[in-house]
């Protein structure tokens, strides 16, 4: 759908009500790297667990009380119908409460919200995905939609960028995800003395990425502003149009749903209208200071 703001909207919501909270208990945490863990919450009521759906690239409301809420990406399959996984960075007072939370307490949670990655218009295309550091997770669900129904897509790549070896996520999946059709490449921006790839930005994959058809190719991209900008220009210097790249926009979400007006970049709210957009859509608000 469009908004008034003119931004189109790809909304998937399973309730009616975006204020409602549900009883959610933690399954499991599994400590990926320093100070990043995934927790996998399921649902106390099996109704609300049966109806709830999501798409790659939406986030949930996370909610602790007396510490509270915080918009967190869903980093797990969307088929999984029996928990959804959330992989987390301590980074401030919600997300330090809920490093010191065990498997069995409960939270709170709202959603899904947001706009998702376009799998739709990948059908028939190659797909490069291009990350770096907490940004994976977002994508995490599109590489698992896009590897289930491998025949329906062209060639498909994943460029992910580091500070180090030993702070890329998901490495115990890159083996069964090469297995399944996805080409896999990492950089790092130190190496250490065991490491043996690519050193340097991530932006530096995508110049030197291989049979690349700029007429048949989906860009999707997330991670910090920096990194999205240089990201764009690299993929518009090799052909691909504005229209052909989406972007994952990060800002401090409060409401999920456009009201409270901290997200909000030019005439779009990132909460709503976003955090998937595509590319000229954006493009004339993403280098105007204060916004």
């Known amino acids: 759908m469009t908004g008034s703001n003119g931004i189109e909207s790809t909304v998937a919501q399973f309730s009616s009500d975006p204020w409602a909270t549900h009883c959610v208990t933690i399954e ?5 790297i320093a100070g990043v863990a995934t927790y996998d919450l399921a649902f106390r009521d ?8 999501f798409s790659p ?10 510490a509270g809420e915080i918009a967190i990406s869903i980093s797990d399959d969307p088929a999984n119908t029996q928990s959804c996984a959330h992989t987390i960075r301590v980074a401030g007072n919600v997300t330090r409460t809920l490093a010191s939370m065990k498997i069995g307490d409960t939270l709170g949670l709202r959603g899904p919200f947001g706009t998702s990655w376009p799998m739709a218009q990948c059908i028939g295309r190659d ?4 990350t770096g550091g907490i940004g994976l997770p ?11 129904d491998r025949r329906l897509f062209g060639r498909l790549s994943l460029l992910y960028g580091a500070r180090s070896p030993d702070t890329l996520l998901y490495q115990d999946e890159y083996d069964r995800w090469t297995e ?16 043996r790839g690519n050193v340097g930005v991530v932006t530096m994959l995508m110049d030197q990425l291989r049979d690349f058809d700029p007429r048949n190719t989906v860009l999707m991209c997330c991670g910090p502003e920096v990194m999205l900008r240089f990201t764009v220009l690299s993929a518009l210097n090799r052909g691909l149009a504005m229209e ?4 994952s926009m990060e800002r401090n979400m409060q409401c999920a749903v456009g009201h ?6 030019g005439p779009a709210f990132i909460c709503k209208d976003g955090p998937v957009f595509r590319y000229d859509k954006i493009a004339p608000y993403i280098d105007v200071k204060g916004l």
């Open 28 to 32: 499991n945490i599994h400590r990926e």
């Open 46 to 53: 099996k109704s609300v667990a049966d109806a709830f759906r």
């Open 57 to 66: 690239g939406q986030f949930n409301m996370l909610y602790l009380p007396g």
């Open 127 to 130: 797909v490069v995905m291009i």
């Open 138 to 148: 977002p994508l995490r669900p599109a590489i698992y939609q896009l590897l289930r």
């Open 180 to 195: 399944n059709g996805l080409s896999v490449a990492t950089t790092v921006d130190r190496s250490d003395a065991n490491w």
């Open 244 to 247: 052909q790249i989406w972007v």
């Open 260 to 265: 409270c007006g901290h997200c909000q970049l």
